[in-house]
Every structure is written in structure tokens, then in C-alpha cells.
């Protein structure tokens, strides 16, 4: 002990060790008191409240790594300074909570511990929904096990994280913020929550990002989780929803295509709806436009290359490049014959050259050609089929109002129901059937509209033609005529004209 540590005892050595008559005067006065006792004797310093052993006195000095405290009368103690840790160490004249843990009989001290009073104080102020930082000492099957100022704690697994916990290693010799949630003083200990705490934080951190977002401002975010329609991305404890179609310009038919979970992304807010707590989120709105340069690269008339992406009944869409994509319509594959389905012609994969029709900006469209490539059979039609010439053609489909011939691989006139035969003709089929080849006059051509009108009616009629070459269903027509004569009253639109006989082979 120092000659300051003999001082503050107040009492004196004469060759190193305690003068032996001092010492039994001091046993005889303490007799059968304990130390606790000898302080309640004589306390100048408040203690009410007070429990546990827990003693108040007074910083008299510091010396070093002893801080040296005062009880009043002649009670004198020393702290070790280590014992406040991180903490600032106290001030001559302050008070201090500490506990007695025994009396150096031979330095004439009362030997001091603040852990004892720091538990106490925390058991006097302990109460459910308090929160405390515990250091992870264990775990077992149920949970962790946690200390904090002293006390012994608990965490049940599912109180751990906001997320199902697999395993607790990683939680090992950790520090954690906790929520109290329940107090057993009589074993002396508190079950704790890491996850309400969690809950907590996300909670406040929600509410200040809610209010600080706004349309059209990027911001970055975390992948969390992916579903067939999207992403969902936590930008601040807020999650929003990248849609797949706002993933990419691209088509995107699968969202893991472009972002994992756990990816850093920068994106865009779209649309907030802050009564329904939702946000919706793009990706591609922060990447440049690939049709921004489009004008400059592809114009009416221009032969393109592409890959048809998707088919759809009314055409198909093939990209010319990543974000940018064009629409081949079904009647815009085959001159040469009728197309019912796009994939009669191109299918997924393909990769045709094709002929600009239009570029739409505003609407982000382009219209293409995949059967203008080539020559266009409707070019000189009106020198190949004058009009009044006569034509041969086979029957390609028959609609109500009239009958499509084709005369040469791409180019198809129509013989309207009027014009079938000089009688009337109730439907197209009693004359005129699918893959018949006929006969029939040219009566007019529009190029630019790819129509063509022809006329059996007018053929027929001409006197220097001979009917070669007719191969129409008259007989039909001869049977009905053989029925009406046997009528008083001639059915209506009967053949009561010319002698169809001449035209049968």
C-alpha cells in the first residue's frame, strides 16, 4: 500500500506493518458489526432508495488507477478506475454508487466494486420495452444466450432476426441492441428481442424514406426477392416493385435474366401510391433510350436485318436491335400465297432480311416487309392483265361475295358474285369452287391498291368466245333449268339464257 493509500486509511505503520495495538483497538470496536454494519452506523451521504448492498459515497481523490471514496465519519474506500471500462472516469466531488466486497484489514479500506451497484441500478430501472446492448455469450437449442449490465438474458430463436434464423454461430461474442420483453426477477434474469428492435428501425426508416421520395428521382436499391412479373427492391426499408416490363427495352421473359437477389440496382421511381403503400420501380428508365438514334439509323424503303423475337396471330416482331423492335404484319409475308399463321412463313430464332415500310417515333413502331424484299409481283400488272384482256387463273378461296383467282404467285383478282354468270347466282359455290381453273375477262387493274376485277359474266357474253377452258360446276346450273321448266312460274335466277351445254368437257 502507497504512503497516499496509508493517509486516506487513516492510520499509521511504525515498521511496515500494522501497529498491533491500533489493530486491536480496531477489532475491539467493531466487535461483532460487519463492514455494512460500521457504514450504517455513521452515513452523512444520502442513501434512501437504495438496495442490494449498494452504498453511496464520495470521490475524495484519484490517484493513479485507484479512485479513492468517502462514506462519512471514518469510513473511507478504493475503487479500481478499470472498472468504469469505455466509460469517463469520475470527478473529485462526485457521487458514485458502489458495492462493498470487503475489508482490507491491513491498508484500513473498504475494498469497492461498481459492478455490483451497476446490476442493482439496472434491476431498479429494468422494465419491458426497454432497450439494452447484450453481448452473446451462448446458444442453445431454444435460442441465445445473452449478458447486459450484469444480467442474464435470453433470446428465443424466433426473436432473433425479422427473417426465419437457420443457425446462431454467426451471432457468437457479438453485441446486439435488444428490446426487453420480459422480467423474471426471481431467477434474475429477462427474455430479450433483437427482432422488435429490427421491426422498430425498419419501421422509422420506412417512414423517412416515404417522405423523402418523389416521381422520377433514382435512387439505389436491393434486390430482395424475384417473381415471375418482377423484382421486389428495398430502397430504404421501403420495397418497390420492378416490373419485367421496366426491367429492360429489351423483352424480357425472365426477370432472373437481369437482376439477382442481393444486386445493388439504380433505379427510378415511377409511380407512388401512398395510401396503398406501394412503389413502382424501373430500371431501363435510367439506361439510355435505344430509340433515341433510331431516325438516324433506319428509314421507309431501307433492307434491315433482324431476329423475330415472338409470333402473335395478326404478324411478328422481330428486334433490330437490343430495345428496339419491329412489326412484320401476316400480310406483309407472302406474295404467293394466302398466310393464316405467321409461322407458315418465320418462326422464333429467325433471322430474315426485311424491308423498312414506316417509322412511327412518337409510337414507337416499325413497320416491316418481310415478301417486299424481293420483286414485287404487282409491279406491270396493268401491262401483264390489261383490262379487257382475257386471263386464266385457278380458284384460290371463295368468300360470300365472290371468289379470289390467282393469276401468277403473289397476285390474286377477285370475281365479284355479280359477275359469276349472266344469271343470278344465289351463292358463289354454284358456280365457282376451291382449285377450279377458269376463265374470266380483265375489267379493271389498280396497282397501288393490288386489286384486280374480273368478269365471267363479261367473257361470256363476248360472241368470239368459244367457253375452252370453262370448267365451272354447270351442271348444277342445266339441272335446276331441267326443274324450272316443269314450273308454271320460273324460279328466280334461273338459266333461262344462254345454252350453258356448249361449255361442258
Known amino acids: 500500500m502507497s504512503t497516499d493509500r496509508q493517509e486516506h486509511g487513516n492510520f499509521h505503520r511504525t515498521d511496515g506493518k500494522l501497529d498491533a495495538e491500533l489493530q486491536k483497538e480496531l477489532d475491539d470496536a467493531l466487535g461483532d458489526m460487519s463492514i455494512e454494519d460500521m457504514l450504517d452506523a455513521d452515513r452523512p451521504v444520502d442513501t434512501r432508495g437504495k438496495a442490494d448492498g449498494v452504498r453511496i459515497g464520495k ?42 466486497e470487503r475489508y482490507d484489514a491491513s491498508e484500513g479500506l473498504l475494498i469497492l466494486s461498481r459492478e455490483g451497484a451497476v446490476v442493482a441500478a439496472t434491476w431498479r430501472t429494468l422494465k419491458p420495452g426497454q432497450i439494452v446492448e447484450a453481448f452473446v455469450t451462448g446458444a442453445n437449442t431454444g435460442g441465445l444466450e445473452l449478458k447486459f449490465n450484469g444480467i442474464d438474458g435470453f433470446m428465443p430463436m424466433s426473436m432473433i432476426d425479422v427473417a426465419r434464423t437457420e443457425g446462431t454461430s454467426q451471432y457468437m461474442n457479438t453485441k446486439m441492441m435488444c428490446e426487453v420483453v420480459d422480467i423474471d426477477r426471481g431467477r434474475k434474469s429477462a427474455t430479450l428481442s433483437r427482432r422488435n428492435v429490427l421491426e422498430a428501425e425498419a419501421a422509422e426508416m420506412r417512414e423517412q424514406t416515404m417522405a423523402e421520395l418523389a416521381e422520377g428521382k433514382v435512387v439505389t436499391g436491393t434486390v430482395r426477392s424475384i417473381m415471375p412479373y418482377g423484382a421486389f427492391v428495398d430502397i430504404g426499408g421501403v420495397d418497390g416493385l420492378l416490373h419485367i ?34 412503389i413502382g420501380l424501373g430500371l431501363k428508365q435510367v439506361q439510355p433510350d435505344p430509340w433515341a438514334g433510331v431516325a438516324e439509323k433506319w428509314a421507309a424503303d431501307d433492307i434491315v436485318g433482324g431476329r423475330v423475337t415472338r ?5 411478328a416482331f422481330v428486334e433490330l436491335e437490343p430495345g428496339v423492335e419491329g412489326l412484320v404484319p401476316i400480310s406483309e409475308m407472302s406474295f404467293e400465297k ?102 374470266a375477262k380483265v375489267q379493271s387493274v389498280d396497282e397501288q391498291q393490288r386489286r384486280i376485277s374480273l368478269s ?3 367473257l361470256l357474253a363476248d360472241p368470239n368466245f368459244t367457253g375452252e377452258g370453262i370448267e365451272a360446276d354447270i351442271h348444277a346450273h342445266l339441272q335446276e333449268s331441267a326443274s324450272a321448266k316443269k314450273r308454271k312460274t320460273p324460279l328466280r335466277g334461273g338459266l333461262d339464257g344462254p345454252d350453258w351445254s356448249q361449255f361442258l368437257k
Open 59 to 100: 470521490v475524495i481523490d484519484i490517484q493513479h488507477d485507484d479512485i479513492f471514496v468517502d462514506f462519512g465519519g471514518k469510513s473511507q474506500g478504493i475503487l479500481q478506475a478499470v472498472q468504469y471500462a469505455d466509460e469517463p472516469l469520475p470527478e473529485v466531488g462526485d457521487t458514485i454508487e458502489v458495492t462493498v
Open 245 to 278: 416490363s421496366d426491367m429492360s427495352y429489351s423483352r424480357v421473359e425472365d426477370p432472373n435474366d437481369i437482376v439477382k437477389t442481393g444486386q445493388k440496382v439504380e433505379v427510378m421511381i415511377l409511380k407512388i401510391d401512398r395510401e396503398k403503400d406501394r
Open 456 to 458: 365471267i359474266k363479261a
Open 338 to 439: 394466302r398466310i393464316k399463321h405467321p409461322s407458315e412463313v418465320l418462326a422464333v430464332g429467325d433471322t430474315p432480311q426485311l424491308r423498312v415500310l414506316s417509322v412511327d417515333l412518337d409510337r414507337k413502331r416499325i413497320s416491316l416487309s418481310v415478301k417486299r424484299v424481293g420483286a414485287d409481283p404487282w409491279v406491270g400488272a396493268s401491262v401483264r392483265w390489261p383490262e379487257g384482256s382475257v386471263v386464266e387463273g385457278v380458284v384460290k378461296r371463295v368468300e360470300d361475295f365472290g371468289a379470289f383467282v390467282e393469276l401468277t404467285a403473289g397476285v390474286e383478282g377477285l370475281v365479284h358474285i355479280s359477275e359469276a354468270s349472266e344469271n343470278r347466282v344465289r351463292h358463289i359455290s354454284e358456280v365457282l369452287k376451291d382449285g377450279q381453273l377458269i376463265k
Open 311 to 315: 409470333l402473335a396471330d395478326f404478324g
